[in-house]
């Protein structure tokens, strides 16, 4: 299986800040990697597909980069609203799996 | 674009079978692989296999082959999955989601179905 990693686990960050987060695979994914954001007791949402094409009413100051191994989200200008837990996850080989998370705090 | 509406929470048995619905609207139903995710409480994401709702042929995570059955029934835009020989580290929301296009992430998500076990 492939093993995605992502770092850092927990980012506390401000409103108005940047931020990276890093997913790295165990094996080269093609660009099939798809960034999701998570709010507490809601199902995730599809931000990030192919490693950086932004998914359709996504807000532009999301973006993803990366190839082959590493990938990154970036948040250009964090809003109020982005406060959540991110996860990536490889579409290359089954099973397909997710990174462990990054919960996005104040 | 498609809505996913899934049945209610479950308590069970350690040991008893679970399934759970995911009724599609708004869209064909039977033109997207249809997936199904799992969370434990207070942990990450899960993948466990898809359906193809056309052909109704499946792939299943190897950790859950054997257990794990994903069903569907057309004329009512449902697809099903069964977990068998619950166990209490199977106690997690439930999720299905739809992939629009192949590789490119799940883009359409049920609300969650929170199965719990316990004897």
């Known amino acids: 299986d492939i093993q995605l990693t992502q770092s850092p686990s927990f980012l506390s960050a401000s409103v108005g800040d940047r931020v990276t987060i890093t997913c790295r695979a165990s094996?080269?994914?093609?660009?099939?990697l798809a960034w999701y954001q998570q709010k507490p007791g809601k199902a995730p949402k599809l931000l990030i597909y192919a490693a950086s094409t932004l998914q359709s009413g996504v807000p532009s100051r999301f973006s993803g980069s990366g190839s082959g191994t590493e990938f990154t989200l970036t948040i250009s200008s964090l809003q109020p609203e982005d406060f959540a837990t991110y996860y990536c996850q490889q579409l290359n080989s089954y099973p397909f799996t997710f990174g462990q998370g990054t919960k996005l705090e104040i | 674009q498609v809505q996913l509406v899934q049945s209610g929470a479950e308590v069970k048995k350690p040991g008893a079978s679970v399934k759970v619905s995911c009724k599609a609207s708004?869209?064909?139903?039977?033109?997207?692989?249809l997936h199904w995710v799992r969370q434990a409480p207070g942990q990450g994401l899960e993948w466990m296999g898809w359906?193809?709702?056309?052909?109704?042929?499946?792939n299943y995570a190897q950790k859950f082959q054997g257990r794990v059955t994903m069903t569907r029934d057309t004329s009512i835009s449902t697809a099903y999955m069964e977990l068998s020989r619950l166990r209490s580290d199977d106690t997690a929301v439930y999720y299905c989601?739809?992939?629009?296009?192949?590789?490119?992430?799940?883009?359409?998500w049920g609300q969650g179905t929170t199965v719990a076990v316990s004897s």
């Open positions: 359906i193809n709702p056309n052909s109704g042929g499946t």
């Open positions: 094996q080269g994914i093609n660009n099939y």
């Open positions: 708004g869209d064909t139903f039977t033109g997207y692989y």
């Open positions: 989601a739809e992939e629009t296009v192949t590789n490119e992430g799940m883009d359409v």
